[in-house]
């Protein structure tokens, strides 16, 4: 990852603060980097130690050997890491970052994670004398670099406030959505249409072409009417071109859409049609696809 692939933007006259993030995977990388543009000393913490150290050669600050460290006298501490399990090892325990957080100090977790872990560590934090805001995000890998990430939070309105100046370092739009875990519910909403619209789009588009039409055509004119969606416009025709290496894998969808599965067991919800598009997203997983952007479900329909 080079700064060169941040997309230049303006950022906001906020104080600069003593901040960490913890995880630089895909999205955590650019993210903590966008805080450091924006003039916040930042120190970061990752799992495999040489990708924390690449991420300080190209945007200074430091980096730290545990969470617990990287969480000691900043102002807030950043994450974004893949799953609950992992979530949990850098938040508790004695080198998690809890144990190196000062009172008042305010966590913020941006992985897509279940709700149940969210009201769980938010409760942690509460005995602490600390915050948590789970606020997961969306926009993928692009959004991450270009800092447009849409976030959507759950848990405290003034640690939100709080939060949501420097979060902008990185996003378009930073919303509270309730109380803990409404943030990981609203990005389960969300993943629930993009598995919806990513089949409806995959069984047009597969029709269009056996139907003999000029596929990107069809996309120029119906993308102007009632079928337009960001799905359509943004990976259509690449979809057409059996193009998949667009950031949010397979792997990691089936990961989110079991997060939705086992929420809707526990609230009721009746989800046939998510259900399904999980099972065609394992389709693709055994047709080689774990890795492929998750417009690869056309490729089961080829």
């Given at each position: 990852m080079s700064t060169a692939s941040l997309n230049a933007r303006p950022y906001d006259a906020t104080p600069a603060l003593k901040v960490a993030?913890?995880?630089l995977g895909v999205m955590g990388f650019p993210m903590a980097g966008h805080l450091a543009r924006a003039g916040h000393q930042v120190t970061v913490y990752n799992r495999s130690p040489a990708k924390a150290q690449a991420w300080v050669q190209e945007f200074g600050g430091q980096s730290a050997a545990t969470p617990r460290e990287a969480a000691?006298?900043?102002d807030m501490v950043f994450c974004c890491v893949g799953n609950d399990a992992d979530l949990r090892s850098v938040v508790l325990g004695e080198q998690g970052a809890l144990a190196g957080m000062a009172p008042g100090a305010v966590f913020v977790d941006h992985t897509t994670a279940s709700a149940e872990v969210a009201r769980e560590l938010y409760a942690a934090a509460q005995a602490l004398g600390l915050h948590f805001v789970d606020a997961p995000v969306s926009g993928g890998q692009a959004g991450a670099q270009n800092?447009?990430?849409?976030?959507?939070?759950?848990?405290d309105a003034a640690a939100f406030e709080s939060v949501k100046p420097v979060g902008m370092a990185f996003s378009k739009a930073f919303t509270l959505?309730?109380?803990?875990?409404?943030?990981?519910?609203?990005?389960?909403?969300n993943q629930i249409c993009i598995g919806g619209l990513v089949q409806a789009l995959s069984e047009a588009i597969a029709f269009g072409q056996k139907a003999g039409l000029d596929i990107e055509k069809v996309l120029d004119v119906i993308g102007k009417g009632a079928a337009q969606s960001w799905q359509?416009?943004?990976r259509g025709k690449t979809m057409a071109?059996?193009?998949?290496?667009?950031?949010?894998?397979?792997?990691?969808?089936?990961?989110?859409?079991?997060?939705?599965?086992?929420?809707?067991?526990?609230?009721?919800?009746?989800?046939?049609?998510?259900?399904?598009?999980?099972?065609?997203?394992?389709?693709?997983?055994?047709?080689?696809?774990?890795?492929w952007d998750t417009s690869s479900l056309i490729k089961r329909l080829r």
């Open positions: 993030f913890l995880g000691q006298g900043m800092g447009l990430l849409t976030v959507m939070c759950g848990g959505m309730g109380a803990s875990g409404s943030g990981q519910l609203t990005k389960m909403v359509m416009d943004n071109q059996d193009q998949f290496n667009f950031g949010f894998a397979v792997d990691w969808m089936r990961k989110d859409l079991g997060l939705v599965m086992d929420e809707s067991k526990r609230n009721g919800a009746r989800l046939p049609v998510t259900a399904l598009v999980d099972q065609f997203y394992a389709d693709v997983q055994a047709l080689g696809g774990k890795r």
